[in-house]
Structure formats: C-alpha cells, structure tokens
C-alpha cells in the first residue's frame, strides 16, 4: 500500500484534521477540504478519534506469558501484540542473568525478524543489569549481579542491537564503563543504585542521561542526605523514566516529580513483566516466580517485580495524579522518549517523520495504531479500504 487517507481525526490542538500516509511516513496534515491525496488512494476513518504519535517504551521486560530475559526469541511475538496498547517503537528488556543472554538476546533484535511483520518495532535492548547495587538489587538474581568494565560492554553498541543500560554509578569501573558505553552511542541510565550527589553528578559528567523507574530501587528522598532521586528531580541534564501505576509511587510523589521535571525529561515506562495481558496468577520475571494480582506482581517476599501496567492506563493515570492535559501527558510516551534516545524520525506529528499513528478514544484508551504506516491493531475491526 502505497498511499492512503485517515481522515475525521482530532488532533489535540485541531479539530476535524485528515493525514496523508505515504511508504510508511506522514507526508501531510491538515484540513480535509485542502489536503491533497492521490484519487482513488484508501482510506481510514478516525471516527472523531484524537491522533497521537505512537507510543515509545523504553523498558518492558515481557507480555503475554513471555520473558525477555528467560526467552528473548519471544521479543517479536510479545512485538507483534503491542500496538492494542498504543505502543509503536518499544526496548525489549534483559534484566540481570548471565552475559550470554545478553548476547542472545542482541541476536534476536538484529537477525529474527517475522516475514510480515507489522508490530511494534524493537529498537534495540534495555539491557538492566548486571551492574547494580546489590544492596538495591529488587527482582533481579543477586548470583549474576556483577562490577562494571568497559571490557565487559566493548561490542554493546546499538548497531549491535543494544540502546539503553541500567547501572549503578557509585560502584568500582562504573565511571569507565559509562563512558565508554557512551563513546559507543549506548544511552546509559542510573538506577539500581544507592548513590550519593556526589556520586550521580560524577556518572552524568561520565555520560549518564537518564534515571531508570524513578523512586524505584534508588535512595529515598531524605531532607539532610543529598543522593541520586534528588539529582534526578533537579538536574536539567538527565531525565528519567516513571511508572505511573499507583503501586510503585504513591500518586502524591508523581505530582511532586511533575511538578518539578513535567515537559522535561519525564518519561513514562511500564516496566511491565509477563504477566502483561495474561489473567491474575504465577509468572516468571527472569529466573523467579512472580505472584500477580489484578493491580501489582510481586516476588513471595513482597519485592515488587515489574508492572502490569499498560501504556495507556499509565498515560490516564499521569493525568489523574497531576492534573496535566492529554497533550502534556501524551509528551511523556512520545516526543520526550524519542528525544532521550535521540530519535528524530518518530514521537512527533509533523510531515517527513515515521507514520507511527495511535487513535485514542473519547476514554483515552486505544482505539487503532498504525506503525509504520500498516494498520497493526483496530478494536473496531476496520481496515484501511
């Protein structure tokens, strides 16, 4: 399919709007009466929906009965159920366990790609571990948790199928490992970790960007003790990803990080595990069993393992806890993601970019989503004709 219409959308600031879709990239938006598009090109209707770019997960670790970490060939088939929740570019994540399914997993990103596949694209992986505080370890299996070495990340490169890592900064070969994943184009990420201030400035001045599941498995905010939450919550230089489920964070602390970062590096993730789309029971996170419930999974201890959280009930709960508008909060799964992993061709509605498209309800859930141009998921069962 060459070129096509979606027409009778709602765009946040605009009512009634048409875009025209062509070899899978936005070539125009606007008003209907003048859009130009090829006679006889099919057509999608909005049915009034409100057009969003795509959304962009930078860290899930599985879905649908599927780990990334246990079974990384299952990226592509979690991938391709993706888009009924909005998601158009997503990171699969391998939390901590041995170097070797790293590895693997790196292969699968870069080799296996289903013929005809039309779900949510894997960019490269999350790779969360092994270099975390095991003093802050949560989920992850303390028996491969490992100090950092750039000898041990040289061929982590997202040519190699690896974008982001997670690492703690205050431990041993930290500071050199971060910068040379940085030097290698790797966006790195602060989290599992009990650094101080000193110790977080000293990681971004080595080349971190981001925070990983802020508040999550990080030092508490603590008036007489300067340490990495409050850095992240500060510092203009870093952002950060947030799980907006009401478990993880109390919604009080999302208001606060709003209000102190919102429109600034605030980035909205799931962290969302197996259990994702799957009935209330035992799951796997990496080598454990985890308890699910309708709202939370947990490891026996209690440890919170994950999310089952859905993009688009994230996006509704940032707008519940704070009060932000769709559009703010829209920023946070789209332009603010693509921007922290240096994205220029999708987050964003403007001609030239990836026509990565979400139609969202009256509601705010997901109603359709095109990636790349190809219809990937429709509730009402419609098609491009």
């Not at 090109?41 to 409100?50: F, I, Y």
């Not at 029971?281 to 959280?309: N, P, Y």
Request: overall charge negative; hydrophobic content about 45%; proline content about 6%.
């Amino acid at each position: 399919m060459t070129s096509y219409h979606i027409t009778n959308v709602n765009l946040i600031d605009r009512p009634a709007q048409a875009v025209l879709v062509s070899d899978g990239v936005i070539q125009a938006l606007g008003d209907p009466a003048v859009l130009q598009c090829p006679p006889g090109a099919p057509t999608l209707d909005g049915g009034g929906a409100t057009l969003l770019p795509g959304f962009i997960e930078l860290q899930l670790n599985g879905g649908f009965g599927m780990d990334f970490t246990e079974d990384p060939e299952s990226i592509w088939r979690v991938g391709a159920l993706l888009p009924r929740y909005g998601v158009t570019t997503f990171l699969p994540t391998v939390i901590t366990s041995p170097l070797e399914t790293v590895e693997r997993a790196m292969r699968v990103v870069l080799s296996d790609r289903p013929a005809d596949y039309r779900g949510a694209e894997p960019l490269g992986l999350h790779v969360e571990g092994p270099f975390l505080n095991p003093r802050k370890k949560g989920a992850h299996n303390p028996e491969y948790l490992r100090l950092p070495s750039p000898d041990l990340v040289r061929g982590w490169t997202p040519e190699n199928g690896v974008r982001l890592v997670t690492l703690a900064p205050e431990l041993p070969g930290a500071l050199e490992t971060i910068a040379a994943l940085t030097k290698q184009g790797v966006i790195v990420s602060a989290g599992h970790s009990l650094a101080t201030q000193a110790e977080a400035e000293a990681g971004i001045a080595a080349g971190i960007r981001m925070g990983t599941h802020l508040f999550n498995a990080m030092p508490a905010l603590e008036h007489r003790a300067a340490n990495l939450t409050g850095v992240l919550l500060t510092d203009d230089r870093v952002g950060f990803g947030l799980i907006a489920d009401g478990i993880h964070i109390d919604p009080l602390m999302v208001k606060l990080a709003w209000q102190l970062k919102g429109g600034r590096g605030f980035a909205l993730v799931t962290d969302a595990m197996a259990a994702l789309g799957m009935s209330p029971g035992v799951s796997r996170l990496g080598d454990f069993d985890v308890i699910v419930d309708e709202t939370s999974a947990r490891l026996a201890d209690g440890t919170l393992a994950g999310s089952i959280l859905t993009e688009d009930a994230a996006l509704r709960n940032l707008m519940r806890f704070t009060g932000c508008t769709l559009a703010e909060a829209a920023e946070t799964l789209t332009g603010t993601p693509a921007q922290l992993l240096g994205l220029r061709d999708r987050g964003r509605l403007q001609p030239g970019t990836r026509a990565d498209l979400l139609l969202l309800d009256a509601d705010h859930a997901v109603l359709a989503t095109c990636v790349g141009g190809e219809l990937a998921f429709d509730r009402r069962g419609g098609q491009i004709a």
